[in-house]
Structure formats: C-alpha cells, structure tokens
C-alpha cells in the first residue's frame, strides 16, 4: 500500500512537472494582429469556407468576445491603432483621426508625422514618420521597460501609421513604400537598417506578386455571400473599366499607384506576413530570457473594403485568402515556439458601412452627404449672421472649426455661435445630431453618441461642432464605401485571445478594444501604459 502510494505521489510529481514545462511562467512571443477594417461579422458570413487551421482555429482554441467594440467617435486606422494599444481613447491618448486640423499651424497634420526624422531606406517622402504625436505609453512600451529594454518589440504593417502606433514609443516599426516597393523606417529608429531587411527588399517579393493576375480562389458562382461582381456601387481601377474579375495587375500598375497597387490586392497580406516571418528569423524573437512582441497590421482589407464594399466578391476573397495566410502564420509558430508557448490577439482598428448607394438601391435608409456644400452654406449663414469675414475655418473629420480669433475681434461669445452653427446644420438631411466643443468640455455624458464623440474629444485639438451622421450616411461619392461614426457597423470588431494560457470559449458581454491592452498587463504582470482607462478581460484571466 506504502509502495502505491509513493507511486501515485511520483507519477503526480512527474506530472506537475511536464504541466510547468507545458505552460511556460510567460509567453515567449506576443503577436499583436489588427486587420485593418475588419468587422466581427466577417468571422461567421465566410466561415464555410474558411479552413480549419486560420480563423476557424483561432475561434475554437481561443477566447472570443462576440460583442467587442470601440468605444469612441471617429472609427479611424491612426486612432484604432492608438487605442488598441495604449488600452484608452483619442481623448487620453491624443491620435484623434488619420489627420486633423491644428489651428496654430492652420493646416492639417498627420497622425504620424514628424518633421525631425528622415528615412532609413524608402523614399524621402515616406520617411517623415515617429510616434512622437502619441501622447501616452503603449503595451508594447510598458513590456520594454518591464525588462529594462530587454523585450525586442518590432511593429509591421504596409501603412505606416500601423506599424509606428503600435511599436510606440520604443520599438522598431518599418512600414511599405510604394515608392521603391522596399520596406523602410526612419531615423527615429534607427541608423541603418538591419542585415535582414535588406536581404528581404533584395528579393523583390512585391514586384513579383505584382506580376499575377488577381483571380477568384473558387469559381465565381460559388461566390454567394457576394453581390454581382459587375454592379454600379464599387469603385473600378484607373484603366479598367468596371470592377470585375480578373485583375492583371501588371497592366494596372502605371495608373494606381505603382508598387502601392499591392496594398489592394490580397498580396498585401502576403507580402506583410512574408516579412512579419522574415522579422522573428532576422530579430531572433521569441528565443531570448525574456518576452518579445510582434505587433502585425494587415492593411489591404482596407483599400480592398474601400473600393469594393463589404458586399463584394473582391473582400470575400480576400478574406478566404487571409484566412488561408493565418494558416499558414499559425503553422509556422507551432513548428518555431510549440503549441502554447506564444500568446496573440486578434482585432482590428476599425469597421466599415455597406456602400451607400446599394443599401438605398435596397431600400435601406443611406445617403452621401456633400460636405463641400455643407461648408459653403456653413460660411453663408455666418456671414449673414455675424457680418463679413472668415468665420469657418475647416470642416474635416465631420467637425467644423471655428476662427476664434475673429469671434473675439467681433465681441461675439464662442459657446453662443457653437450652438447657432450646430443649430444650423441640423437642417441638412444625413445630418442626425450636432454637438459643441462647450458641451464637450462642461457636461460629462455616460452613454450614447455624446458619450462616444466625449471620448474621441480632445480639448486641445478637436473642432467647435462635432456632427453625428444618421445611420448609414457617408460623406464621400456614389462609390465605394467608409467608415468613422460610432455606429456598430464602424464599431463591432474582433476581440479574440488564443495560445499561452488562453482558455476555450466565448463571451457575449460588452467589452471595448480598450480592454486588450490591460487584459495583456495582467497576463504579463507588468504596468498598464499610463493613460490606460480600460479593464481586463476577466473571462480570460480566470
């Protein structure tokens, strides 16, 4: 009996043993994916298709929450990036859209713009670009301090604004350039780039996709969760005359954009995830004493959703073809780290409205509302009522900025002409509501849309009217598609945890991207970045 006993006691030792060397005290490797303009529902409408081991692996081995939102107003690339990562909104964090306007500068600048830099590699043109205008710590900044820069942190994307954002303050990003078709960085970073980078820009890879002609994966007729391919609502290529299968990109190329053609096609992606595989080989992620971090943006969804809309059989080919390079991503991890030796999450920066025109072909409410008119009646009725002069300084990012200079010149008072301007453009039709900057900054709201643009609204940056779109309205032309409002078609994305002590399941509570990046200081044990306001997810910590 005395001899079982110790058996069993070291059968259970031996156990427990193999459990620890199983699930590591700490991931070796965090990969941070956004897939830029993903929609949640995108998960369930290709799904029959999809293989085994991309998404549908991610969902079944992983932790999904289904009603994962953002949680601010305007729904932008910059800003989806800022947020995911610093785990709190443009209001903290400081990137409040791709561009803004700046008053003291009386131009607009570029969420990752900096002047004081030059490019490493790449096109001058392309090389102006840091973090500098992120005003808080990120995820991946907090990882590097917690181990004295230790942790290697490498950011990647076609846009550069995906690949700067997320690396934050201290880590490598290098970004696309449709200039040379090279991957590049910039002086911020770096010196010179990395022996490895320059052995990938020598093979040439994007010139050589560029060479195929983009194709259906499947038949076209299989293709029925997709309108017609040839239709009136998506935007054609320059030199092709409708927006159909095939695409002979080599033909295409002179007339959109060169090299930066790819970022339209599914090659983008493959192209990203080629060199996100070339940065671990080249960086040795993920084989050192302490944690690394990839943080990987796939652009092309974008440009291919903004074209197309999420109704056409471009996008859902797309996404069958990414679902087929997570496959391959995953496979590779597994045979690099072993199964749950790496840690990822998945979301994106942002989703996207159907095309305005085919919903309203559909009967469905929608609009494209003309700003440009909107501006000039904006410029008229101030002008009769407060006299001559330049009274609208910028409409951009559906917020309209006033010349407080010439209001105080005038002995007018600035909260009275907010609320006589958004008074005013109530009348337009697209337009649901407006709001004033005094109301932004004198009254705390706890939900809704005001609760939305409060979070998205900076006090230093943002405009004296904020406009909230009815559902369904974009601000751009007959074609092709957007997004930014803080309704779910723009909101509800991704939140999915899968690999290093990340359990199996799902969860339909309401949770925001803001909730990624603590959920990550728990798991890792390290400090929130600084201006974090969101909470762990406590489905997948306990």
Same mark, same amino acid.
């Given at each position: ?113 900096? %002047?004081?830099?030059? !490019?490493? *590699? =790449? ?9 500098? @205008?992120? $005003? &808080? ?113 080599? %033909?295409?190329?002179? !007339?959109? *954009? =060169? ?9 983008? @992606?493959? $192209? &990203? ?270």
């Amino acid at each position: 009996m005395k001899r079982y006993s110790l058996l069993v006691f070291i059968t259970s030792l031996l156990f427990t043993g193999l459990q620890a060397q199983q699930t590591p005290e700490k991931p070796k490797l965090v990969v941070g994916i956004i897939v830029d303009q993903m929609r949640q529902d995108y998960l369930y409408k290709f799904a029959d298709r999809y293989s085994d081991g991309g998404f549908k692996r991610l969902m079944r081995e992983g932790f999904m929450m289904k009603n994962g939102h953002y949680n601010y107003i305007p729904t932008y690339t910059g800003p989806g990036h800022a947020s995911v990562y610093t785990g709190t909104t443009p209001a903290t964090h400081g990137i409040i859209a791709n561009s803004w306007y700046v008053r003291s500068l009386d131009r607009s600048i570029y969420c990752a713009e900096d %002047s004081t830099v030059y !490019n490493i *590699g =790449g096109s001058l043109s392309a090389g102006k670009i840091s973090p500098r @205008n992120l $005003l &808080t710590t990120t995820i991946t900044d907090e990882l590097r301090f917690s181990t004295n820069k230790r942790s290697k942190v490498v950011g990647i994307a076609i846009k550069d604004r995906g690949a700067s954002l997320p690396a934050g303050h201290t880590g490598d990003a290098y970004w696309f350039d449709s200039g040379t078709g090279e991957f590049m960085t910039s002086s911020y970073y770096m010196e010179d780039l990395p022996t490895w980078v320059k052995q990938f820009n020598e093979k040439q890879l994007a010139q050589e996709y560029l060479q195929n002609t983009w194709e259906p994966l499947f038949p076209a007729d299989s293709y029925v969760n997709s309108i017609d391919d040839n239709n009136d609502f998506e935007a054609p290529f320059i030199g092709k005359e409708t927006p159909t299968f095939p695409y002979e990109l080599p %033909s295409l190329m002179e !007339n959109n *954009g =060169g090299y930066g053609l790819i970022a339209s096609t599914p090659y983008g @992606n493959t $192209l &990203t995830l080629d060199f996100a595989m070339a940065a671990i080989e080249g960086e040795n992620l993920g084989n050192g004493e302490v944690t690394d971090f990839l943080a990987v943006s796939f652009s092309s969804p974008d440009y291919i959703g903004h074209r197309f809309g999420p109704t056409s059989m471009e996008l859902e080919d797309n996404y069958l073809r990414l679902d087929l390079e997570f496959e391959r991503f995953l496979n590779y991890l597994d045979e690099k780290y072993g199964k749950g030796n790496y840690l990822i999450f998945l979301s994106a920066d942002h989703g996207v409205a159907d095309v305005a025109t085919y919903m309203q072909s559909e009967n469905v409410p929608a609009g494209n509302l003309n700003i440009g008119y909107v501006r000039g009646q904006l410029m008229g009725f101030a002008n009769q009522a407060y006299g001559e002069g330049n009274w609208i300084e910028n409409v951009s990012n559906e917020q309209i900025f006033l010349n407080h200079t010439l209001i105080r010149e005038k002995g007018l008072e600035l909260s009275k002409v907010q609320d006589d301007i958004a008074n005013f453009v109530l009348r337009f039709k697209g337009v649901k509501e407006a709001y004033t900057a005094y109301s932004m900054k004198n009254a705390e709201f706890e939900s809704g849309r005001p609760h939305l643009l409060q979070m998205g609204y900076n006090h230093k940056a943002s405009g004296d009217v904020l406009l909230v779109l009815e559902p369904g309205w974009l601000t751009g032309g007959a074609r092709g598609t957007s997004h930014g409002t803080g309704f779910t078609y723009d909101t509800h994305v991704p939140i999915l945890f899968f690999g290093w002590n990340v359990p199996s399941g799902s969860s339909s509570r309401y949770a925001t991207v803001t909730d990624i990046a603590p959920t990550l200081s728990m798991m890792l044990q390290i400090r929130l970045p600084n201006g974090a306001t969101g909470q762990p997810i406590l489905e997948i910590l306990e």
